[in-house]
């Protein structure tokens, strides 16, 4: 199947910086990520809708100036958590959809980030 | 997007077929039914999707009832690996933004010897 890689897998950050997470397509190429976001024992929540070359589009609830993402190539997409707090830990899933002929676009994840802020 | 039912949790033997039930009761007719899993601090794997018949492939098979308002995912011979969170996800087939993907709380599938 299709691969995402996310980076880095775990970040350990002081309360009030910044902290960018990478989402890559390593084997095709992707208009549309998606950003969630995953509290323990909880299912994963949208945040966000990356496209490529525009402005994302965030879920209801999710401030766009805290959770900024850029999506500036067909295979790269960042998520950067500014200024942190520790009630920003969690863990940070991307994914991105894969259009093959023959396939209906499944959605491919990535391994997920864990931020823990202290 | 139609919602699921999915009970909470399910115990399976090691190399026994572990049968995971969804509902999907108003489910419409251009959607599909999509299942992923999530192994433990893991992102989700996507496993099989269906519309109407049965489908299967390498990693499992997929039912689902001729109303289209149930369906069941079953992994022929589970194993331990197999220990996950099984979600059933309804959907209309991805276009842009319909491609992103809503997750309920799943079913908590424990492999056990």
């Known amino acids: 199947g299709a691969v995402v890689s996310q980076h880095p897998s775990r970040v350990i950050c002081k309360s009030g910086t910044s902290v960018k997470i990478e989402c890559r397509s390593l084997?095709?190429?992707?208009?549309?990520m998606f950003w969630y976001r995953q509290f323990p024992k909880q299912s994963l929540m949208l945040m966000a809708t990356?496209?490529?070359?525009?402005?994302?589009?965030?879920e209801q609830g999710v401030e766009k100036d805290k959770f900024l993402i850029n999506h500036a190539s067909l295979t790269l997409s960042t998520l950067t958590v500014t200024s942190a707090h520790p009630e920003d830990s969690s863990f940070y899933i991307c994914?991105?959809?894969?259009?093959?002929?023959?396939?209906?676009?499944?959605?491919?994840f990535g391994e997920g980030s864990r931020l823990t802020v202290l | 997007d139609a919602k699921t039912t999915q009970p909470p949790s399910m115990d399976c033997a090691e190399g026994r077929a572990a049968n995971l039930p969804c509902n999907h009761s108003t489910i419409s007719g251009n959607e599909y039914v999509y299942w992923y899993r999530q192994i433990h601090s893991q992102g989700p794997q996507y496993i099989i999707h269906g519309l109407k018949n049965n489908e299967t492939n390498e990693m499992a098979s997929l039912i689902i009832t001729e109303d289209r308002k149930s369906s069941t995912l079953i992994l022929p011979h589970a194993t331990l690996r197999d220990t996950a969170v099984y979600y059933c996800?309804?959907?209309?087939?991805?276009?842009?933004?319909?491609?992103?993907?809503?997750f309920g709380t799943g079913t908590r599938l424990q492999v056990t010897l």
């Open positions: 996800i309804v959907r209309v087939a991805p276009t842009g933004t319909a491609s992103k993907l809503t």
């Open positions: 084997d095709f190429q992707a208009t549309t």
């Open positions: 994914s991105a959809r894969a259009l093959r002929q023959g396939n209906t676009g499944e959605l491919f």
């Open positions: 990356s496209n490529e070359g525009s402005k994302a589009t965030y």
